[in-house]
């Protein structure tokens, strides 16, 4: 089936501007996650979500960042007021099941602050 | 928190030598890990997990609880496995922040 999809793949904003980054988790799978892979800075946990829980917010680096999740599935990462150190990849996956497992990943939104 | 380090940021091997990518990590608990593996311009990917003690693409991985080490070793590196390489531990509850190690580099040169 399909896998995870990230949507847009790039995004050129101009710096005090607000993002949206959208992850379409696959079909059936309970538990997402936000990631931000920088050059230089390796993969940074971001944010995840599993089922109804409260979500583990404790990689987000600022109040300016912020996570949703609607339904159970599609999520929203939202950057507002952008700074050029948000430009990085942000990578979404997604898991079977919160405990152990392999995680998928998507193709990632390369975001550039200028 | 689990975590895992990757103290080597890149590895450069000739094509036909050992590669050996270093992962330790500090663990209350069974330990269980995994390591993914990002080619050019392709998405992380699971390479292998401990558990299944497979050999993928050549590959493997001993978990050392003594040394608390997962080290990723292919006795012939071959050009194709140039790429990113991260160790990581398993999802968890929520509570516990997730960590890939810093991830390294292998450059297979001809």
């Known amino acids: 089936g399909a896998g995870v999809s990230q949507s847009p793949s790039n995004k050129v904003t101009e710096k005090g501007k607000d993002v949206e980054l959208r992850c379409d988790p696959i079909s059936g799978h309970t538990a997402l996650y936000w990631y931000r892979q920088s050059l230089g800075q390796g993969l940074e946990f971001l944010i995840y979500f599993q089922g109804n829980s409260a979500p583990d917010k404790s990689g987000l680096p600022s109040d300016r960042f912020s996570a949703e999740r609607t339904g159970g599935s599609v999520s929203t990462l939202t950057i507002q007021r952008t700074q050029q150190e948000d430009s990085a990849v942000y990578l979404c996956a997604s898991s079977l099941g919160g405990q152990g497992g392999e995680q998928y990943f998507g193709p990632g939104t390369r975001l550039t602050v200028t | 928190a689990q975590r895992v380090t990757q103290p080597e940021k890149l590895l450069s091997v000739f094509k036909g030598a050992p590669v050996e990518l270093k992962c330790n990590y500090s663990?209350?608990?069974?330990?269980?890990l995994f390591w993914y593996v990002q080619y050019s311009r392709q998405r992380l990917q699971l390479l292998l997990r401990h558990i299944s003690r497979e050999s993928i693409k050549g590959f493997t991985a001993d978990l050392n609880k003594g040394e608390t080490s997962f080290h990723l070793k292919k006795p012939f590196a071959q050009e194709e496995d140039s790429a990113m390489y991260y160790c990581a531990p398993p999802v968890k509850a929520a509570g516990n922040k997730l960590t890939f190690g810093g991830g390294t580099r292998v450059l297979v040169k001809p």
């Open positions: 663990y209350s608990g069974s330990p269980e």
